[in-house]
Nanobody, 116 residues
Framework: QVQLVESGGGLVQPGGSLRLSCVAS????????MRWFRQTPGNEREMVAA????????IYADSVKGRFTISRDNAKNTVYLQMNRMKAEDTAVYYC?????????WGQGTQVTVSS
């Protein structure tokens, strides 16, 4: 059974940091590009960051470049999103996604709220 389980969300003050984790099971994690998306009410899901199979290439949305870092540990079947210098506009539900050109899997999401 394929599972992606996100954790690490919560409430943080502007300027603060959070680290999201996504643990994968039920598929060959190291064969998938991993991505983080986020979504706010009434809006489409937007890609925040992506990382290739061995972590050699990372891509970021302009809105998070220089503040967020995506990484992965294939031995632990886990992808991370380190979020620093957070802003109110980072408030969203964050989703983990495993992707190939043939198939994609989604986690259930974790809420991140940036507020004082």
């Amino acid at each position: 059974q394929v599972q992606l389980v996100e954790s690490g969300g919560g409430l943080v003050q502007p300027g603060g940091s959070l680290r999201l984790s996504c643990v994968a099971s039920g598929f060959s994690f190291s064969s998938y590009t991993m991505r983080w998306f986020r979504q706010t009410p009434g809006n489409e899901r937007e890609m925040v960051a992506a990382i290739t199979l061995t972590g050699g290439i990372t891509i970021y949305a302009d809105s998070v470049k220089g503040r967020f870092t995506i990484s992965r540990d294939n031995a632990k079947n886990t992808v991370y999103l380190q979020m620093n210098r957070m802003k109110a506009e980072d408030t969203a539900v964050y989703y983990c996604n495993a992707y190939t050109s043939v198939v994609g899997y989604w986690g259930q999401g974790t809420q991140v709220t940036v507020s004082s």
